[in-house]
């Protein structure tokens, strides 16, 4: 499913031609700042939405709101994932310090938001921990990445740490043998530099040296493209590719756009779709075996 956020409320597309299928009926005002979607135990699926003014969710095949629109303070990121027991959960990066959480069946507040970071969560992300249970990434403008057990509420080790810069963006990515690595971007805007950081997602070792890239916001998300994990990030309006473990460059794909995000295909390999300021977006599809990262693209 792909879905692309607008100003008048989130619009499905039909991921082969692009064309329009289905809007979703907005209850909010405030501008998106990011989509998911979570699978529930039937196998149908919840979009919920980070908006400047809150949260809402939708069922993803109908477009009928779940709940009313949940007004909070901003919620700048979004993710999705599914708890042992098969329940689907949303995460979001709240201005107020706090990564909330919602029942996707129900689309209301599940348990007690996650605290303990000192300034405003920016991005969050949703990993596999080795038990099977649910871990959530979360990056802030306290310069710290936080690692959380969904189910329990903790922290998992210490926090992760680059320069004095805000964490702007956290994705995941399942590299295979059960290890999953943490890609985190930190943005300087005095000195218009963003830096990525890779991390082991359970015992935060750096995989490898951080890196410069574009500093476009949205413009970082990691999937595995022609059997190989890339990262792809925007930069100068194009999108360009590394791989995710070297950080070696490859070929750029040839797409523009300001924001990136992938998806896996059924029938194997991987969608990337990418947006730009002035409203265009584009599609292209990989080869071989596909996966996407775990951010909050739908």
Avoid at 41 to 60: I, K, N, Q, V, Y
Avoid at 74 to 91: M, P
Avoid at 144 to 157: E, F
Avoid at 197 to 217: M, S, Y
Wanted: net charge negative; glycine share 18%; hydrophobic share 35%.
């Amino acid at each position: 499913m792909l879905v692309a956020g607008s100003a008048g409320g989130p619009v499905r597309l039909d991921a082969g031609t692009g064309r329009p299928v289905l809007e979703y009926p907005d209850g909010c005002y405030g501008p998106i700042s990011e989509l998911a979607a979570a699978e529930l135990p039937d196998g149908r699926l919840t979009l919920g939405a980070a908006r400047e003014d809150g949260f809402s969710a939708w069922d993803a095949g109908t477009g009928e709101p779940l709940v009313e629109p949940e007004d909070l303070n901003t919620v700048w990121g979004l993710a999705a994932g599914t708890l042992a027991n098969g329940r689907g959960l949303f995460a979001g990066a709240g201005n107020d310090h706090l990564i909330h959480l919602w029942d996707a069946t129900t689309g209301r507040a599940f348990g007690a938001p996650l605290a303990g970071h000192l300034g405003s969560v920016k991005a969050v992300a949703t990993f596999t921990l080795p038990d099977g249970s649910l871990g959530i990434a979360s990056g802030g403008d306290d310069c710290t990445v936080r690692r959380w057990d969904a189910a329990s509420g903790g922290q998992i080790g210490d926090p992760l740490t680059g320069r004095d810069w805000w964490f702007t963006e956290v994705t995941a990515l399942e590299l295979g043998n059960g290890r999953t690595m943490l890609a985190c971007s930190q943005l300087s805007y005095d000195e218009d530099v963003r830096l990525v950081h890779r991390w082991d997602a359970v015992t935060g070792e750096p995989i490898g040296p951080p890196f410069e890239t574009g500093v476009e916001e949205g413009g970082l998300c990691t999937a595995w493209i022609d059997g190989a994990p890339r990262l792809l990030s925007c930069e100068a309006g194009w999108v360009r590719q590394r791989g995710a473990v070297t950080g070696e460059p490859y070929d750029d794909l040839p797409l523009e756009g300001d924001v990136v995000a992938a998806v896996p295909l059924p029938g194997g390999g991987t969608l990337i779709a990418t947006g730009s300021r002035g409203g265009r977006a584009s599609l292209t599809s990989s080869r071989g075996p596909g996966g996407s990262g775990r951010r909050g693209g739908v």
